[in-house]
């Protein structure tokens, strides 16, 4: 089996410090200048504002991590990551699913740029499509 790629393993040992959730351990695998941008374009500072939005949008939440894919880009990796979120929404209702993509930037050890995109919204704008 081949060896996983170091930036891989920087982003997949994120993940799973964030799904604990611990946003302090999730922190060491960013820069300190890393930039965030969530669903809906909103810019995030830092793990613990991740994990502060999720708490208003979810009673809990984690990821089924499916794929890892990288590309060299030189000066950095791109990494990305899919799979579907499950977990139950603030007003209690559980839900499982809900397919995500996160791209990662990988520079000298850590995490410099994350995008997420989900289908959160939708399902919360339109329940019954979750359900199909």
């Known amino acids: 089996m081949p060896e996983i790629n170091k930036d ?4 997949s040992n994120f993940l799973e410090a964030s799904m ?3 946003p ?3 922190a060491t695998f960013m820069s300190d200048n890393v930039k965030i941008t969530f669903t809906g374009g909103r810019s995030m500072p830092d793990p613990q504002a991740i994990t502060a939005f999720n708490g208003s949008r979810y009673g809990w939440v984690k990821k089924a991590l499916g794929n890892f894919d990288w590309m060299d880009r030189g000066d950095h990796t791109v990494v990305y990551s899919n799979g579907t979120l499950y977990g139950e929404w603030s007003d209690g209702r559980s839900f499982s699913g809900n397919r995500y993509l996160d791209r990662f930037e990988v520079r000298e050890g850590k995490i410099t740029h994350m ?9 919360l704008l339109t329940p019954e499509i979750a359900k199909a």
Not at 115 to 123: K, L, M
Request: net charge negative.
């Open 115 to 123: 995008d997420v995109w989900n289908d959160s919204a939708e399902w």
């Open 24 to 26: 302090v351990r999730a």
């Open 20 to 22: 604990a959730p611990d």
């Open 8 to 11: 891989v393993e920087i982003v």
